[in-house]
């Protein structure tokens, strides 16, 4: 009776337990089919005539923190027939496999966390050979574009370079596919290869201009975006910029309070609290430049919450103006850039997409590749990161 329960507990269908033994790092239980008739593979007669039982070992889920064994009596049956001898049909394990269906998709759920292989290999008491030997079989090949995708740029340093970049929809929040590389030529090739590019409506990106030029060429319907978290980094940097050129010709205990101040530079007024607001005001009136590029980049944020295009167009011109006449040099070069990309910019601020969800990925990219002790094959690296972000 307790092997119909220990049954239960395996859930795998039909099968009859015949003996369960637990050493001391393994466990085991000794299984077999009921008979039943089977269809000659030759001549296709029916036959129930049992020839002779073979033993098998198959590797199974853990069970109790112990690597599980399944010794199968295997039986083969003889057609009366052709006198052709054949194994019985068994639906827990494939043809040729030392482990169960089971235990492999169970690798390869596991394949999408952010566990290394070794560990994976460990906790399935099997080699990581094994481990890897499944993980190459999965192939991840991306066939068709959605209406909306972002690109960007991780740090890979695999056989393929140091920079590699990652495709995603924004809407849905997957990676649709990594590339070996972000230059002009690599990135048309990749997208001259899908079919339906007149699809595609708005692609998102960083101010990279290959990936301007690559969307332009492959994509000449499509509007560019500009992520919109870019263009406001490249604001915080103007005025950090300014922060370190002020602070090296003020006395010791001036630079010392803007050193420290970075981050109430950055913040918006209407989020400092009482103290905040009286430290930023003193800050504000240590250095002139520093007073203007603070003015400069609250009239820039302000643009960035603008809720539409001509909205924007109009706070932009003005915040030109405005940098136009303070001659602050970090900001005059920060303008350049804003209007080197300005319809990509504006065009932001019609549509809600954005690569928000790429920080997510990328931080997951680095867990992956810290937890692998970094990947030098690209191809396992990119299948790897599909697997676990799609
Ligand atoms: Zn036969």
Request: net charge positive; proline share 3%.
């Amino acid at each position: 009776m307790h092997y119909q329960f220990i049954k239960n507990l395996l859930l795998l269908k039909d099968i009859l337990v015949e003996n369960v033994y637990h050493f001391e790092d393994y466990c085991e239980v000794h299984i077999s089919l009921p008979v039943k008739p089977h269809k000659c593979s030759r001549c296709g007669c029916i036959t129930k005539k049992v020839h002779d039982y073979r033993k098998q070992k198959i590797k199974d889920i853990p069970v109790l923190n112990k690597p599980l064994i399944l010794v199968y009596r295997k039986r083969r049956y003889k057609c009366e027939n052709c006198q052709k001898n054949f194994y019985e049909t068994v639906d827990f394990v494939g043809r040729y496999q030392r482990m169960t269906l089971r235990l492999i998709k169970t690798i390869v759920d596991r394949l999408r966390t952010n566990y290394s292989m070794h560990s994976i290999a460990k906790d399935f008491g099997v080699s990581p050979c094994t481990v890897t030997r499944i993980f190459d079989c999965l192939s991840y090949k991306l066939t068709k574009l959605p209406e909306v995708f972002s690109i960007d740029e991780f740090k890979g340093t695999t056989d393929k370079g140091k920079y590699h970049c990652i495709l995603v929809d924004p809407i849905k929040s997957i990676v649709l596919d990594v590339l070996d590389s972000r230059s002009l030529e690599f990135l048309l090739n990749y997208f001259r290869k899908f079919p339906d590019r007149h699809k595609v409506k708005y692609v998102v990106i960083d101010m990279w201009s290959p990936y301007k030029l690559a969307v332009q060429q492959a994509f000449p319907q499509a509007q560019i975006v500009i992520d919109r978290f870019h263009y406001v980094r490249n604001c915080n940097w103007a005025i950090d910029k300014v922060r370190k050129r002020v602070q090296q010709n003020l006395s010791y205990e001036k630079a010392k309070f803007l050193k420290y101040s970075k981050r109430l530079l950055l913040s918006r007024p209407h989020n400092l609290n009482h103290d905040g607001k009286i430290r930023l005001a003193n800050l504000l009136l240590t250095d002139e430049n520093i007073r203007l590029a603070y003015i400069l980049k609250e009239k820039f944020m302000d643009f960035v919450k603008s809720s539409s295009s001509s909205e924007a167009e109009v706070k932009l011109s003005q915040w030109l103006e405005l940098v136009k006449q303070y001659k602050i040099k970090e900001f005059s070069y920060l303008a350049r850039t804003i209007l080197n990309w300005k319809q990509e910019i504006l065009n932001s601020f019609d549509v809600p997409y954005n690569n928000g969800c790429i920080e997510g990925f990328n931080n997951k990219i680095k867990v992956i590749k810290r937890n692998a002790f970094g990947f030098r094959n690209f191809s396992r690296f990119r299948t790897r990161i599909l697997h676990c972000c799609s």
